[in-house]
């Protein structure tokens, strides 16, 4: 009976022991160590654009209208002025720095003026232009976005046709091109274009009229006026 009594009493004395222990409560570790953490929110974040753009654009070429043939003084030479579609394909190294080149091609009419004014119209010829620029974009007005540009051009002329003239060869020649417009964009894809080129553009050409050889300058320095749609893939 001893015993028994011994045996009871050392439980209920353990009891009594752990209760405050159990009793107590959670620790604010315990508590933080049961509850996971709020994963951060997800932030959508834009995608870049691509650095390829193309543009549509109708295009506006207006002559300076001047020129010469040697030995003959007072001589002087027009040019029809057109209008003609151009496609113009961009390339954006950065945000700022782009690369231009307009391809396009039209027809035009070389016209004696001055003391070749009653030659009437010399020749006609097809020209194309093929004009690479380097631009800088301005990128700080919002959908509005200028940018200028400077670079260098390859004016081939094909397809030649004497009128009053025996013959003609207008010869391809290198000019430099000076470039400012501006995209205003809609959204990310799709824009309007206004652009303003001047090229300085004087091919040398070699002309046979009356049977007599002549050669010549022909001073076109076109202003290429263009306005159409952008397109940013």
Same mark, same amino acid.
């Given at each position: ?12 004395? @353990? /009891? ?7 009793? #107590? ?6 508590? +933080?160590?049961?509850?996971?953490? *709020? ?13 390829w753009?193309?543009? &549509? ?12 043939? %040697? ?10 002025? *057109?209008?003609t ?12 720095? @782009?690369a ?18 009653? &030659?009437? $119209?010399? +020749? ?8 690479? $620029? ?15 540009? +400077?670079g ?7 397809? #030649?046709?004497? =009128? ?15 470039? %400012? ?6 959204? #990310?894809?799709?824009?309007?274009? &206004?652009? %303003?080129?001047?090229?300085?553009? =004087?091919?040398?050409?070699?002309? *046979?009229?009356?049977? /007599?050889?002549? *050669?010549?300058?022909a ?7 263009? @306005?159409? %749609?952008?397109?940013?893939?």
């Open positions: 009976m001893k015993t028994i009594v011994r045996t009871t009493g050392a439980l209920l004395a @353990a /009891a009594a022991a752990a209760f405050p222990l159990l009793s #107590q409560p959670a620790s604010a570790a315990d508590i +933080a160590a049961t509850v996971e953490p *709020t994963p951060p929110p997800v932030v959508a974040v834009p995608a870049k654009p691509s650095p753009q193309i543009r &549509l654009r109708a295009l506006g070429v207006v002559t300076e209208n001047s020129g010469s043939v %040697v030995g003959v003084k007072g001589s002087d030479l027009s040019y029809s002025d *057109t209008v579609p151009e496609l113009d394909i961009t390339y954006f190294f950065t945000d700022n720095i @782009a231009e080149l307009i391809l396009g091609t039209t027809t035009a009419n070389i016209n004696g003026s001055g003391s070749l004014s009653s &030659l009437g $119209t010399i +020749a006609k010829t097809w020209v194309l232009p093929p004009t690479l $620029t380097l631009q800088y974009h301005f990128t700080n007005f919002g959908k509005f976005k200028p940018y200028v540009g +400077a260098i051009n390859y004016t081939i002329f094909y397809n #030649q046709k004497a =009128e009053s003239a025996d013959s003609i060869r207008v010869k391809n020649t290198f000019g430099a091109a000076l470039q %400012v417009g501006f995209d205003y964009m809609f959204d #990310q894809h799709w824009g309007v274009n &206004l652009d %303003v080129k001047k090229l300085f553009l =004087e091919p040398r050409f070699d002309v *046979t009229v009356g049977g /007599a050889p002549l *050669t010549g300058t001073k076109l320095n076109p202003w290429l006026i263009g @306005a159409g %749609v952008t397109y940013r893939f």
